[in-house]
């Protein structure tokens, strides 16, 4: 009993030292305070694991690598340089990124027909669907294609694609939609010549020095690469393998891991590489990625966007009675930008991922918040949302030197993203409506 009381008197301790420090010096106390929010995340089965950057500017304030990678078949604990899936954050970091470096080359233009780059996309009523809509989810596109049929590969991805009818018209309202941005990867390959991998390594990752960023990812990273889900029976478990075969009567063993090939089902199908998912990185490579967009386009001397792009890119550019305000691939102020914590300006925006990655940057604070977690391993029942706004919060509250007072003027309370006893996304199923946990 005596022991009982001494370590809960040694806890109130630590957790006044903690407040204490955080009053003095709110940044010193982050990497403390980031860690615990995680442990309890981790303690509510949320997810196995996670790795934190916070930086200010060319500072790095908190550099955490909290729990394990992996749980299944091993527990394996969690490393800074884990690789994770990056999932949607596909969308912003290879594909926004190189669409707006051949818009600044004057090779596409926001205004541009989807068919001129997609020959046939304009039957069923898209003919005037443009680049801008497909950034902007404005498309009235629904989510995703089917996937109850069996199909496979990029080109048959496309010609499912040309085959949409739209479900809503042009800047109506926003519907997330991977559709979009398979679409926008096509583009990028057809207007440079190379296939969106190659492009964004040649013209993103390695000017940035994101080493560590890439699509369909070699076998020496697997022991690297934070696994996800097993893999779906019936499904490659890589690209041009054969099909995972279930557990049970007659099988030899159950589905491994997906581990270094992508998570997302449509991806997936597409070999690997896809404009809306399939990218493999980690959180420094992201922080890097985070520094060149509060630089205005450019790190360390190299420029990746100019000044004016990104400006262009995270400006609001849909409907002025849309509710959910997006930039050209960034979230801005929707229903599902939770990442953005309960502090952070309306002119910060971020991204996130169905996996459990996502990135908030505030250029009035020169601040940056990169989360990477597998949430979805190993059973597909995690959940990152509270975990990341709560993070993007205190990170908020420790960096802001002075305070906006005109940003939240036009700001007006959002839904949540999932109302309640809607149902997740599930990995194969034949329409899913995305999720961005």
């Known amino acids: 009993m005596r022991a009982l009381w001494l370590a809960v008197a040694l806890l109130g301790a630590a957790a006044g030292t903690l407040h204490g420090l955080s009053q003095t010096d709110p940044q010193a106390a982050l990497p403390a305070r ?55 954050l596909t969308k912003v970091v290879a594909t926004t990124t190189s669409v707006m470096q051949l818009v ?35 498309s009235g596109l629904r989510p995703d294609v089917d996937l109850a049929d069996p199909w496979s590969g990029a080109d048959r991805a496309l010609a499912l694609a040309i085959e949409e009818v739209p479900v809503a018209r042009l800047d109506e309202r926003v519907i997330y939609s991977d559709i979009n941005f398979f679409l926008l990867g096509r583009i990028v390959e057809r207007v440079s010549g190379l296939p969106l991998d190659r492009y964004a390594l040649e013209h993103v990752f390695t000017p940035l020095k994101m080493r560590d960023t890439m699509f369909r990812p070699g076998a020496a990273l697997v022991p690297r690469i934070a ?15 054969a099909p995972a075969t279930a557990s049970g009567a007659g099988a030899a063993s159950a589905p491994p891991m997906l581990r270094g090939v992508v998570h997302d089902p449509t991806a997936r199908r597409m070999g690997g590489v896809a404009g809306h998912a399939g990218l493999f990185t980690t959180a420094d490579d992201l922080a890097r990625f985070c520094r060149m967009l509060l630089g205005h386009g450019t790190l ?19 409907p002025a009675a ?50 990477l977690a597998n949430r979805v391993h190993p059973e597909g029942k995690g959940d990152a949302v509270p975990l ?21 003027a036009a700001r007006p ?10 149902p997740a996304r599930a ?5 899913r409506v995305p999720v961005l946990n």
């Open 322 to 371: 849309e509710p959910n305000v997006r930039g050209l691939g960034w979230d801005l102020d929707s229903s599902f930008s939770s990442n953005r914590g309960e502090l952070f300006p309306i002119g910060s925006f971020g991204h996130t991922g169905f996996t459990g990655t996502s990135m908030w940057i505030d250029p009035s604070t020169s601040t940056y918040v990169v989360v």
């Open 413 to 422: 309370p959002k839904p949540p993203a999932r109302a309640a006893g809607s």
């Open 104 to 138: 600044e080359d004057g090779r596409v233009r926001l205004g541009d027909p989807v068919s001129r780059y997609v020959p046939g996309f304009e039957r069923y009523g898209k003919r005037d669907i443009t680049v801008r809509h497909l950034l902007t989810h404005t």
């Open 427 to 431: 990995p194969d199923s034949a329409t």
């Open 34 to 88: 980031v860690h615990a929010l995680v442990d309890e995340a981790i303690a509510a089965q949320q997810l196995p694991g996670a790795v934190v950057v916070v930086g200010r500017g060319d500072r790095v304030l908190v550099r955490e690598a909290i729990g394990a990678r992996a749980t299944l078949p091993a527990r394996e604990p969690m490393a800074v340089d884990t690789i994770f899936d990056a999932a949607s």
């Open 227 to 241: 696994p996800t889900e097993r893999c779906p029976p019936n499904e490659p478990c890589v690209p041009g393998a």
């Open 300 to 318: 360390d001397g190299t420029r990746i966007l100019s000044p004016l792009s990104v400006a262009r890119m995270t400006a609001p550019s849909t």
């Open 388 to 408: 990341r706004a709560r993070l993007a919060t205190i990170v908020a509250a420790a960096t802001a030197d002075t305070a906006p007072a005109a940003a939240y």
